[in-house]
């Protein structure tokens, strides 16, 4: 092979390694607003896929001071049915009191830190907070979705597009604990199930408190969930 060839051959080499290392080592795009599913389908999917849901487990966080919230955080399982248990940490007279819950039906059972189960009527529970109907099909998550205005995705977190919307009031108050006006919110949507991972609803400042923010997520969809009165 003369001078001349040997140079090319090399050249073209080079020019296969340097271009299979540049795109090895570029980035993934991220999706833009134009390639992202449009907010209101993923919505509506989400809806019918809450729909169907039987059982999940949840946790509840609130981060900063809302007007009349007293609950600071819940972890638990829930039912379609509407039963629920776990425990939830409420503020009684400025101090941090943990709960445990059950809620069968009509009725709602409560052990303070000390002392037994307390049967209670799930309507006087509610006053503080009722995750009964959050998997209840006219109710809960999937009515919140159904009904809500101006529904945008803005990105793709992961495995999940997060989609942003108005809630509607009266939806919005069987799922989270505050009657508070004007809260903005969002939702993580899985891209495969369509099923709802995390849900997170901006509170703004109202009856001289700050606001803050109430972070909701579900897994364990449909796994076994045993719920009875204690």
């Given at each position: 092979?003369?001078?001349?060839?040997?140079?090319?051959?090399?050249?073209?080499?080079?020019?296969?390694?340097?271009?299979?290392?540049?795109?090895?080592?570029?980035?993934?795009?991220?999706?833009?607003?134009?390639?992202?599913?449009?907010?209101?389908?993923?919505?509506?999917?989400?809806?019918?896929?809450?729909?169907?849901?039987?059982?999940?487990?949840?946790?509840?966080?609130?981060?900063?001071?809302?007007?009349?919230?007293?609950?600071?955080?819940?972890?638990?399982?829930?039912?379609?049915?509407?039963?629920?248990?776990?425990?939830?940490?409420?503020?009684?007279?400025?101090?941090?009191?943990?709960?445990?819950?059950?809620?069968?039906?009509?009725d709602a059972y409560?052990?303070?830190p000390t002392g037994?189960?307390?049967?209670?009527?799930?309507?006087?529970?509610?006053?503080?907070?009722?995750?009964?109907?959050?998997?209840?099909?006219?109710?809960?998550?999937?009515?919140?979705?159904?009904?809500?205005?101006?529904?945008?995705?803005?990105?793709?977190?992961?495995?999940?597009?997060?989609?942003?919307?108005?809630?509607?009031?009266?939806?919005?108050?069987?799922?989270?604990?505050?009657?508070?006006?004007?809260?903005?919110?969002?939702?993580?949507?899985?891209?495969?199930?369509?099923?709802?991972?995390?849900?997170?609803?901006?509170?703004?400042?109202?009856?001289?408190?700050?606001?803050?923010?109430?972070?909701?997520?579900?897994?364990?969809?449909?796994?076994?969930?045993?719920?009875?009165?204690?």
């Amino acid at each position: 092979m003369s001078r001349t060839l040997r140079a090319v051959a090399a050249l073209s080499l080079l020019a296969i390694v340097v271009s299979g290392c540049s795109k090895k080592d570029e980035p993934t795009p991220t999706p833009s607003a134009s390639t992202l599913p449009n907010g209101a389908t993923l919505l509506t999917e989400a809806a019918v896929a809450m729909a169907t849901v039987k059982t999940a487990h949840f946790t509840l966080s609130v981060d900063g001071d809302i007007e009349n919230l007293s609950i600071s955080k819940a972890e638990g399982d829930l039912t379609r049915e509407g039963n629920a248990k776990g425990t939830a940490t409420l503020t009684q007279s400025g101090l941090k009191v943990e709960t445990e819950f059950v809620i069968v039906g009509q009725d709602a059972y409560l052990k303070g830190p000390t002392g037994g189960f307390t049967k209670v009527p799930l309507s006087f529970a509610a006053t503080v907070y009722d995750p009964s109907a959050i998997l209840d099909p006219s109710r809960g998550v999937a009515n919140l979705l159904k009904v809500a205005k101006n529904p945008q995705t803005v990105a793709q977190e992961g495995n999940a597009y997060k989609v942003t919307f108005e809630p509607d009031a009266t939806a919005l108050q069987a799922v989270v604990p505050t009657k508070v006006t004007g809260i903005t919110a969002a939702v993580w949507i899985d891209s495969a199930t369509k099923q709802v991972t995390k849900g997170q609803f901006t509170v703004p400042a109202s009856g001289g408190k700050p606001g803050g923010t109430i972070n909701v997520t579900f897994s364990n969809y449909d796994a076994p969930v045993t719920i009875s009165a204690p």
